[in-house]
């Protein structure tokens, strides 16, 4: 495995085994993750409840599982979501220089001028929230990076003398974009996403914390954080735990996102990491 | 540098203008009725009918679009729905406290993160660089509202040293208590970003030291802290301004979440409160005013920037 940089491996290592714990959440849980129990309301952790009960009496170790699979799928989902926008619109732009270009970058431009919390809690405002539609949000936030990078890279790869002599060949546009110019953009596109995916689940745990998200009785951890908040005198782990294993996770993103990028980058490529 | 300065203005009134079309459409052409929104669900079709009558719902998009623009032209932003009262004082409010916040966590972290990014620069490989760098993709990966929970739990809870939440006016309690309720959330706000811009300037400034004018400054003898004071940082700060312009987006955005969680009455918690009570006049003004905000900054760090990179300074058109 020499080559494949440790960060890669340790990152990805721990988001299969979350990816796992997530897919496999629902026949994990010890507890029914709605399951009301009056009786073992705020019970600290112990032996039977490893992270406790919240004010329900629910199990905070079982919600946390049932909880996984969202902040997952709104950084991966909404990643698909600027791959599938983002990069047609950058090669459309960079192919069609004038009008159309014109028309993309300031799109491009008008939906950066808000901060990205911003322009999620814009776009989630009216209609009822669900997972869905935060998925979508954040996939809208950040399509703009991904179609500004895309636009840049193909720019210069239109440059380059083996596009131009493609052209010369008298190949058309099509196939310049699908044979030269679309397998050299891919690195730098999958690496700018991969460490996306880091701020998507911010973003996207940060908006349900706002009641954006996923609703009740649903366990999006930022939601289970925001609702923590009423009592954290009493009970501080019904937060603490869903605010960890967010930090885990996303800290096991970042260390994925930076060690694909190490991988991918032929400029990083074999330069020791400190 | 006057042309440039013009343009620039050009095109923050360009921004503005096009956010609220983009601001208005969302609202307005999104699935979900306003009067319904407004009213909840259980609202009979005469009260709906009376409400869209007095917003002006039943005109033409473009006519209500064309009201409110030209009516914030006037300095007029609107009704707030669930207060009964101009929305325009209850934000020029909150804004002021939202910019103590805001600008109180910036001056932290512009000087912090420089301070820190200069040390771990100039003390590259050492334990304590290593320490901070680990700090730093630490903290870059833990939630603001995180942050937040755990500085509650510890300070508030814990050590009863801080207030948990709320906000009082200085000229009320005092500048000790006013103080108390601003320590967490400006600390909690700066916090990641400190990470974020002292890595940059850190690796901004090892970019400088390793250019052929530091040492040729070395190689005539300069002492160190000379050589780094007066050669080095200049040129090393630059990009770091650039950095403080999208970090000042990040800020703001996580005014928003600080603001909740410390029931803080800033800007950030106003548009929460519209979105939750579908205050929709309140929120449309509110973030109009952000917009104009962020688009202020960006101005701002662009032309800091201009001003002190003498390329764009003497070279007229280039930018």
């Not at chain 1, 399509?143 to 380059?160: K, Q």
């Not at chain 2, 869209?52 to 719902?57: N, P, R």
């Not at chain 2, 579908?278 to 973030?287: E, N, R, Y």
Request: charged share 15%; proline share 6%.
């Amino acid at each position: 495995m020499s080559g494949v940089p440790r960060t890669l491996l340790l990152g990805g290592a721990v988001l299969a085994a979350i990816a796992l714990l997530a897919i496999a959440g629902p026949w994990l849980t010890p507890y029914d993750p709605t399951g009301f129990s009056v009786r073992a309301r705020f019970s600290p952790p112990s032996a039977a409840h490893w992270f406790g009960t919240d004010e329900f009496g629910r199990d905070v170790l079982s919600r946390v599982l049932a909880g996984a699979h969202y902040s997952l799928a709104i950084g991966f989902g909404a990643m698909t979501i600027c791959l599938v926008f983002g990069v047609p619109l950058g090669l459309l732009a960079a192919f069609h220089r004038g009008v159309v270009d014109e028309a993309i970058m300031r799109a491009v431009d008008l939906l950066i001028s808000l901060p990205p919390i911003l322009l999620g809690m814009l776009i989630l405002a009216v209609t009822p929230p669900n997972l869905w539609k935060t998925i979508v949000a954040v996939g809208i936030v950040y399509i703009p990076i991904l179609a500004r990078l895309t636009r840049s890279v193909a720019l210069g790869l239109l440059e380059e003398d083996f596009v131009q002599a493609a052209r010369a060949r008298g190949e058309g546009s099509v196939s310049i974009l699908w044979r030269e110019i679309l397998p050299n953009a891919w690195s730098p596109i999958i690496v700018e996403s991969g460490l996306r995916v880091t701020f998507a689940i911010l973003l996207g745990s940060s908006l349900s914390f706002l009641g954006l998200g996923p609703q009740p009785p649903g366990s999006e951890w930022g939601l289970m954080i925001a609702e923590s908040r009423q009592f954290i005198d009493r009970a501080p782990w019904v937060g603490l735990a869903p605010g960890l294993c967010l930090c885990v996770l996303l800290i096991a993103v970042n260390l994925f996102g930076e060690g694909l990028r190490e991988y991918l980058d032929p400029r990083l490529r074999g330069r020791a990491h400190g | 540098m006057t042309g440039y300065v013009a343009r620039r203005l050009l095109a923050v009134v360009g921004t503005l203008w096009a956010m609220s079309i983009l601001i208005f459409a969302i609202v307005h052409v999104l699935p979900g009725n306003v009067a319904y929104t407004i009213l909840g669900e259980y609202a009979t079709p005469s009260s709906v009918a009376v409400l869209e009558a007095k917003l002006g719902l039943n005109d033409p998009l473009p006519l209500q679009y064309w009201r409110w623009f030209s009516a914030m032209l006037h300095g007029d932003f609107g009704q707030s729905l669930v207060m009964d009262r101009p929305a325009a004082p209850v934000i020029l409010d909150a804004l002021g406290r939202s910019t103590i916040l805001a600008g109180l966590s910036f001056l932290m972290v512009a000087s912090l993160g420089i301070t820190l990014g200069v040390y771990a620069a100039t003390h590259k490989g050492t334990l304590s660089d290593r320490v901070l760098a680990l700090a730093q993709f630490l903290f870059i990966a833990v939630p603001d509202f995180f942050w937040a929970i755990l500085a509650i739990l510890f300070f508030a809870s814990l050590l009863h040293w801080l207030p948990a939440t709320g906000y009082e006016p200085l000229a009320e309690v005092g500048l000790l208590a006013w103080l108390s309720h601003l320590i967490l959330p400006v600390c909690v706000l700066a916090i990641g970003l400190i990470a974020h811009v002292s890595r940059l300037t850190r690796s901004s400034m090892l970019d400088v030291l390793d250019s052929r004018y530091i040492l040729a400054a070395r190689a005539k003898g300069l002492p160190e802290r000379l050589v780094l004071r007066r050669h080095a940082l200049p040129n090393a700060l630059l990009p770091t301004i650039t950095i403080l312009a999208i970090d000042a987006g990040i800020l703001i955005g996580g005014v928003v979440v600080v603001e909740t969680v410390f029931a803080y009455p800033g800007l950030g918690r106003l548009l929460v409160f519209a979105i939750e009570h579908h205050d929709l006049p309140l929120l449309q003004a509110g973030m109009m005013m952000i917009t104009a905000i962020y688009a202020l900054a960006n101005l701002a760090a662009d032309l800091a920037y201009a001003f002190l990179n003498p390329r764009i300074r003497f070279g007229g058109a280039a930018a």
